[in-house]
């Protein structure tokens, strides 16, 4: 940032400066959505992402006197916000998918147990979200910012200890120099590029071959339309063929906050024959930059369908590779899904 830039940005603070938390509010308000995409990025999770950013306003309005205008507000704020989410990281267990949790479970379905009431789950994140352009990241980013929301890439990232996580994310999304990374960090040069070295093994080996943004680009919108209603149908018709026939061989489903998960098109498939569901409607959507499917059942009493689930779906070519059925109402308006629709 050109040094008048920075000088600008500093005589814009001075009210804020001088104690005028509304003023300071409207300034950082405007990198809400890249923090909050960040925050999510460290923790696998809307919710801890918002606790993560408030702490990071806060922590900036009490060192604001202290902000020397040395680096841009944005570097601060980001700085901020890394080190807001390193010590949520040490206070709590990793966020993870079933998948990483458990084995598969098979047939009978049975009793797939109790949800785990803590929260042990990545969330998926909101595509209305998605404010920030590719611009705002530097020459040594590697990810685009959807790409680096989708699920299989936050499922690599919180498999990362705290600060190579950090360094993998300002590096590799943001596009952070070294020099930068050490500097937001703490720390040295030589071990932030040890540290990215490492990284960037670990996600190397969790990461498909291809990215859902490389895939969905190649199928194109209209194509990515007719796939998802082509499931749509299938699932509401409880077809286990149909079902089968937009599944890849060795796709997987799974529906958090339950730790089981299944594996196998025939497997998944048998869904239709051997699970109770009530009646149910879906509605296409998208979440961390994938296709999804927000799922509403009936409510017998009201005569209305009530959020229940939203079902991310994951690619291979034409077909489903994943099925995350993310059973958790609550996080439909973060998604701009209402609570309930009609029949």
Not at 5 to 30: K, N, T
Not at 155 to 169: E, K, N
Request: glycine letters at 6%; aromatic letters at 8%; a negative charge.
């Amino acid at each position: 940032m050109a040094s008048t830039d920075l000088r600008r940005e500093q005589e814009l603070l001075g009210p804020a400066r001088a104690g005028d938390e509304a003023e300071f509010g409207r300034i950082v308000e405007r990198h809400r959505a890249e923090l909050h995409a960040h925050c999510y990025r460290m923790l696998g999770s809307i919710h801890d992402a918002e606790d993560a950013l408030q702490e990071t306003f806060l922590r900036a309005w009490r060192g604001l006197a202290e902000f020397g205008g040395r680096s841009s507000l944005r570097t601060w704020l980001y700085r901020i916000a890394t080190n807001a989410c390193l010590d949520a990281i040490a206070r709590r267990p990793k966020r993870v998918l079933p998948v990483d949790y458990g084995p598969s479970a098979g047939f009978p379905l049975g009793d797939v147990g109790r949800p785990l009431v803590e929260s042990v789950w990545i969330e998926p994140y909101p595509d209305e979200s998605m404010e920030i352009a590719d611009e705002h990241a530097g020459p040594e980013a590697r990810y685009e910012q959807r790409e680096a929301v989708e699920l299989a890439f936050i499922a690599a990232v919180q498999h990362l200890p705290g600060t190579q996580r950090a360094v993998l994310i300002l590096r590799d999304v943001l596009g952070y120099s070294a020099r930068e990374t050490a500097a937001s960090l703490d720390t040295s040069v030589a071990s932030v590029n040890s540290a990215l070295q490492r990284a960037r093994a670990s996600v190397g080996e969790r990461l498909p071959e291809r990215s859902q943004q490389t895939t969905l680009r190649s199928l194109g919108d209209r194509r990515i339309r007719q796939l998802v209603e082509t499931y749509i149908d299938a699932w509401g018709s409880r077809d286990a063929d149909a079902v089968a026939a937009v599944l890849a061989e060795d796709a997987v489903f799974s529906m958090p906050p339950w730790a089981s998960w299944w594996h196998g098109r025939d497997t998944i498939a048998r869904f239709t024959q051997e699970a109770t569901c009530p009646e149910a409607r879906q509605v296409p959507t998208r979440a961390s930059g994938q296709a999804a499917v927000a799922s509403y059942v009936l409510d017998a009493d009201t005569g209305r369908f009530v959020a229940a689930a939203i079902d991310v779906l994951t690619f291979k070519g034409e077909l489903i590779k994943e099925i995350t059925a993310f059973v958790t109402p609550e996080i439909f308006p973060a998604f701009g899904l209402p609570s309930e629709i009609t029949g």
